[in-house]
């Protein structure tokens, strides 16, 4: 096995690197695997709902036209 922090070469087994005295995780696992890397890969940002293009222009023309009827009320 090999030391989970210096990844210098171990004994099987053993409960600290003798090279620089870092706890050996049980099973010798890889650092960097598991669950907690497996759930990095998803961000929250894109979970949220996205608009279409088409869906943006739209957006758009609607604010657009807001602050055009905004601004002729304010002339007015
Ligand atoms: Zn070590």
Do not use: H, N, W
């Not at 758009?60 to 002729?72: E, F, G, P, T």
């Amino acid at each position: 096995m090999l030391c989970v922090k210096c990844g210098k070469e171990l004994a099987d087994g053993v409960g600290f690197c003798r090279f620089c005295g870092s706890p050996q995780m049980a099973g010798g696992t890889v650092p960097g695997g598991g669950p907690a890397s497996a759930g990095a890969g998803r961000s929250p940002a894109i979970d949220l709902p996205t608009l279409s293009t088409q869906d943006y222009i739209i957006v758009s023309a609607l604010i657009a036209i807001a602050l055009l009827l905004v601004l002729i009320f304010a002339v007015s």
